[in-house]
């Protein structure tokens, strides 16, 4: 398999934006894309998130940066057997300071590092582990940047679900 991340872009073939809720027949890496932003595909082919479409995208780290490099995100698999202990294992590692969302279906906290700034770790449940994205923004540019963090941390998928 090669060793990149997959991009994929939501738009038409004739360059123009088009909804992902106006297609009936798109292939799960494409759904849900927002107009404008681009979708990384892991390797395996189990999770996808998005960004910006002015984002720099280093395909071998699976990392995104913001174009002024306010902000990276990158994604990351977990080997886990359960959902649960996926959980416990990052509540026992990471300290989270806010909670964005605890449920079955996505992880999202933000945690204390050891350098300045806000430092999301979003989660959501796949076959044989978790698809995980780390999001870490300067503090300078954190208010500023709100919306579109809200917007990569909801878009990360994974493309098979846990049966």
């Not at 699976?62 to 886990?80: H, I, M, N, Q, Y």
């Not at 503090?139 to 679900?161: F, K, P, Y």
Request: aromatic share 8%; charged share 20%; net charge negative.
């Amino acid at each position: 398999m090669v060793a990149s991340v997959a991009l994929v872009s939501a738009m038409t073939s004739g360059g123009r934006p088009q909804a992902a809720q106006q297609w009936h027949d798109e292939p799960p890496y494409i759904r849900g894309l927002i107009p404008h932003w681009t979708g990384l595909v892991d390797p395996a082919g189990r999770c996808r998130f998005s960004v910006p479409g002015d984002w720099t995208i280093r395909d071998a780290e699976r990392l995104a940066v913001a174009p002024d490099g306010s902000a990276t995100a990158v994604e990351e698999w977990a080997d886990s057997s359960t959902w649960a202990h996926y959980k416990a294992g990052v509540f026992g590692t990471l300290k989270p300071t806010v909670f964005h969302e605890d449920s079955t279906q996505r992880l999202w906290i933000e945690y204390a590092a050891g350098w300045a700034g806000i430092h999301h770790h979003v989660a959501v449940p796949a076959p044989g582990g978790a698809c995980v994205l780390q999001i870490d923004v300067r503090a300078r540019a954190a208010h500023g940047l709100d919306d579109i963090v809200r917007q990569v941390a909801e878009s990360l998928i994974a493309l098979l679900s846990r049966s």
